[in-house]
């Protein structure tokens, strides 16, 4: 009954989101019908709201958005991110590669805010090529797709954790997966875009080089301080911006337009209620019941724990799922990197059209395009990507790995 209700729940947020409904609404029309259909006490209802703001995990979501927003601003008063699409066209003079490595690069940011950042270039570059609705579709596919390998994600060392599966096994097993999602990515989207960026070429990629670092070295400062030094997104982020403030030397009176403006209240709103409805849903217990029933098909075992990983990230997110299926589906298969690098593909998958997703509901908001749109777009490219790792996982116990 509890599956059945929380396809109510969901029905309930496609039908508000399918009469262009803001998203805001569809996600309150979905926390709603979880409070009267799972009869949520008072007392749990506040309590799981307020985790948002107690559990760090989830408030530094809220906090890394603005701060990301507020560096936004200072790139733009400054022209950072033109300058660097101008270096990129010259560097490649491909407007392909401009896309897609610009995205690439910025998702090695571990933060739903980098989607801005992101948008930003893959707007500039795709104007009056592909409609809104491509546009951000190829920003957050290729900007996740570090996300399904590195161990700058939380995801990836989680698994790896409760799997006892070594990063080094997993990353090179990783290597096909990443090249797949690339190419489901760019084939349908960006090989039709013309190469020419319509800009002349570059007489100096060497200064071009240089230069690209100059206007992203507040970006390659968070790389650096997460990578090499193992800071959290937030104090990164918050170093990268004092400096910028030195080496920019932005007045007050800017500083305070950019405090304000960066306080974007309906991608916070609707960020905060995404979380609190991956809260609600895990307060529910539905996704231990989507386990039990998955458990007694008649298919294999990998293909159940695939299916669970597929649609329990859906629901809850890949990390959710990942805390709860990893030692279930080690205890009872033969673990090792196949395994790992299977699941972790199912759970990327799901994270592409789940509604919990923090980035789609950024995505969405940026390129003014509802929910439903990015997700039913996302979602036969994300199947695709299912049924090809299905044969890879077989492949790799083929192979003896």
């Given at each position: 009954?509890?599956l059945i209700y929380l396809g109510i729940?969901?029905?309930?947020?496609?039908?508000?989101?399918?009469?262009?409904?803001?998203?805001?609404?569809?996600?309150?029309?979905?926390?709603?019908?979880?409070?009267?259909?799972?009869?949520?006490?008072?007392?749990?209802?506040?309590?799981?709201?307020?985790?948002?703001?107690?559990?760090?995990?989830?408030?530094?979501?809220?906090?890394?958005?603005?701060?990301?927003?507020?560096?936004?601003?200072?790139?733009?008063?400054?022209?950072?991110?033109?300058?660097?699409?101008?270096?990129?066209?010259?560097?490649?003079?491909?407007?392909?590669?401009?896309?897609?490595?610009?995205?690439?690069?910025?998702?090695?940011?571990?933060?739903?805010?980098?989607?801005?950042?992101?948008?930003?270039?893959?707007?500039?570059?795709?104007?009056?090529?592909?409609?809104?609705?491509?546009?951000?579709?190829?920003?957050?596919?290729?900007?996740?797709?570090?996300?399904?390998?590195?161990?700058?994600?939380?995801?990836?060392?989680?698994?790896?954790?409760?799997?006892?599966?070594?990063?080094?096994?997993?990353?090179?097993?990783?290597?096909?997966?990443?090249?797949?999602?690339?190419?489901?990515?760019?084939?349908?989207?960006?090989?039709?875009?013309?190469?020419?960026?319509?800009?002349?070429?570059?007489?100096?990629?060497?200064?071009?080089?240089?230069?690209?670092?100059?206007?992203?070295?507040?970006?390659?400062?968070?790389?650096?301080?997460?990578?090499?030094?193992?800071?959290?997104?937030?104090?990164?982020?918050?170093?990268?911006?004092?400096?910028?403030?030195?080496?920019?030397?932005?007045?007050?009176?800017?500083?305070?337009?950019?405090?304000?403006?960066?306080?974007?209240?309906?991608?916070?709103?609707?960020?905060?209620?995404?979380?609190?409805?991956?809260?609600?849903?895990?307060?529910?217990?539905?996704?231990?019941?989507?386990?039990?029933?998955?458990?007694?098909?008649?298919?294999?075992?990998?293909?159940?724990?695939?299916?669970?990983?597929?649609?329990?990230?859906?629901?809850?997110?890949?990390?959710?799922?990942?805390?709860?299926?990893?030692?279930?589906?080690?205890?009872?298969l033969e673990g090792g990197m196949p395994?790992?690098?299977?699941?972790?593909?199912?759970?990327?998958?799901?994270?592409?059209?789940?509604?919990?997703?923090?980035?789609?509901?950024?995505?969405?908001?940026?390129?003014?395009?509802?929910?439903?749109?990015?997700?039913?777009?996302?979602?036969?490219?994300?199947?695709?990507?299912?049924?090809?790792?299905?044969?890879?996982?077989?492949?790799?116990?083929?192979?003896?790995?």
């Amino acid at each position: 009954m509890s599956l059945i209700y929380l396809g109510i729940v969901f029905i309930v947020i496609i039908v508000l989101l399918a009469f262009r409904r803001p998203l805001y609404q569809a996600i309150s029309g979905g926390l709603l019908a979880i409070v009267l259909l799972y009869h949520m006490p008072l007392a749990a209802i506040f309590t799981q709201a307020v985790h948002v703001f107690t559990d760090w995990s989830l408030f530094s979501i809220l906090v890394s958005l603005y701060l990301i927003t507020f560096l936004q601003r200072m790139l733009e008063a400054r022209s950072q991110i033109k300058l660097a699409q101008e270096d990129l066209n010259g560097l490649f003079h491909n407007r392909r590669i401009n896309v897609s490595g610009a995205a690439l690069f910025i998702g090695l940011l571990p933060s739903a805010a980098a989607m801005i950042l992101c948008g930003d270039i893959v707007k500039d570059t795709t104007d009056g090529y592909l409609e809104p609705k491509e546009q951000a579709f190829v920003t957050s596919w290729f900007r996740h797709i570090p996300e399904s390998s590195l161990p700058t994600y939380s995801s990836v060392l989680l698994m790896a954790s409760l799997s006892s599966v070594r990063l080094g096994s997993f990353i090179p097993g990783m290597i096909v997966p990443v090249l797949t999602l690339f190419a489901l990515g760019y084939f349908p989207c960006l090989a039709h875009l013309p190469k020419d960026p319509g800009t002349s070429r570059s007489q100096n990629r060497l200064r071009d080089m240089r230069n690209l670092f100059l206007h992203l070295w507040t970006l390659l400062l968070i790389l650096v301080l997460i990578l090499a030094f193992g800071i959290s997104v937030v104090p990164a982020v918050a170093i990268s911006i004092v400096a910028g403030i030195a080496v920019y030397r932005f007045r007050v009176p800017e500083l305070l337009s950019m405090f304000r403006s960066a306080f974007e209240v309906k991608l916070l709103l609707n960020t905060f209620l995404v979380l609190v409805l991956k809260e609600f849903i895990e307060y529910s217990g539905v996704l231990e019941e989507l386990s039990d029933i998955l458990s007694v098909l008649p298919i294999p075992a990998y293909l159940i724990f695939g299916i669970l990983f597929l649609l329990g990230g859906i629901i809850s997110g890949a990390s959710g799922i990942i805390a709860l299926g990893t030692p279930i589906a080690f205890a009872a298969l033969e673990g090792g990197m196949p395994l790992m690098v299977f699941l972790m593909c199912m759970a990327h998958a799901a994270s592409q059209i789940s509604p919990t997703h923090v980035c789609l509901v950024v995505a969405s908001d940026y390129f003014h395009i509802t929910l439903g749109e990015l997700i039913r777009r996302t979602i036969p490219v994300a199947l695709a990507f299912c049924i090809l790792m299905v044969g890879y996982y077989n492949l790799l116990l083929m192979l003896g790995f």
